[in-house]
């Protein structure tokens, strides 16, 4: 069957880095696993060499009855678009672990989706664009780190475990790939206040990307709030910590609760 554009499908056919994304997951028996996206099943196929039954999510109705005639009852398929599941009430068992190779045009709408739902999650481990992973673990300072490091830095602790080249895949993409583990945070790694302020100063920033922050954030701080909060007012916002960016939004709203 070939793969259809529109859906972003690259199938993994590669039994090395199958094996090693197996490997790297480790699935136990008593685990519940929803896997996304499984394709021709060809990681379903040693996923159920380990545990009983699998979860799965699956967009294309060609490949879902694919999936279905090999492994029947042992795979609780859910033929639909990820993008708009409920991942709060399915898997209906919880917590879950995701595994996946995610088309590139929704990995990061959909890792967004997951993040809402992280109490539910064991953990994560997926197949990226090598540019969108390189941005998840990006610390301040690094090229690829902006709004969405920050974002993931919040919601996850992530690790990149190998990458993987065009030639794993068919048909091959433009791009290398990833493989990353992403581990949800129970608490928030320090405080930010309003989540909803922390996240909108954040994107305001990266906004302006080569601005300074006293001229990308003038509407939201002076410059000797930013000063306040321990930045410096002529910094770009690429140098700036997720933890930075946390003390500037506790003290705006400190400011705003004794205004």
């Known amino acids: 069957m070939r793969a259809k554009k529109r859906f972003g499908q690259h199938f993994l056919h590669d039994p090395a880095i199958q094996r090693r994304i197996l490997e790297a997951v480790d699935p136990k028996p008593h685990e519940t696993i929803l896997e996304i996206g499984p394709g021709h099943g060809a990681l379903t196929r ?3 060499e380990r545990i009983p039954s ?30 708009t599941l409920d991942f709060r009430v399915w ?18 709408p959909l890792l967004a989706r997951l993040a809402k739902v992280k109490d539910r999650i064991q953990d994560l481990h997926v197949m990226l664009q090598e540019e969108v ?3 998840i673990v990006a610390r301040a300072g690094e090229v690829a780190y ?13 690790e990149t475990l190998f990458r993987v080249s065009r030639g794993a895949f068919s048909p091959p993409p433009r791009v290398q790939s990833a493989f990353i583990r992403l581990i949800p945070r129970r608490e928030p790694p320090f405080p930010v206040g309003d989540p909803e302020l922390y ?8 906004q302006g990307r080569r601005k300074m922050l006293q001229t990308s954030l003038k509407a939201h701080a002076s410059r000797a709030l930013l000063t306040r909060a ?4 002529c910094a ?17 709203s400190a400011e705003r609760s004794s205004a």
């Not at 902006?146 to 992530?158: D, E, K, L, N």
């Not at 321990?230 to 007012?233: S, V, W």
């Not at 946390?246 to 003290?251: D, E, G, I, N, W």
């Open 46 to 48: 040693l996923l159920l």
């Open 54 to 83: 699998l979860w799965a999510v699956e967009i294309d109705r060609d490949l879902a009855q694919e999936l279905v005639a090999g492994w029947g009852e042992r795979l609780k398929l859910r033929v639909e678009d990820a993008l």
């Open 91 to 108: 898997p209906e068992v919880a917590p879950f672990r995701v595994v996946g190779n995610l088309p590139y045009n929704v990995a990061s």
């Open 133 to 135: 992973a390189a941005r």
């Open 146 to 158: 902006g709004r969405w490091s920050v974002f993931m830095a919040y919601h996850f602790i992530p």
């Open 199 to 206: 996240f909108s100063l954040v994107a305001q920033a990266f």
């Open 230 to 233: 321990g930045l410096d007012p």
């Open 236 to 252: 770009r916002p690429a140098t700036v910590p997720p933890e930075g960016f946390a003390a500037l939004a506790r003290l705006i």
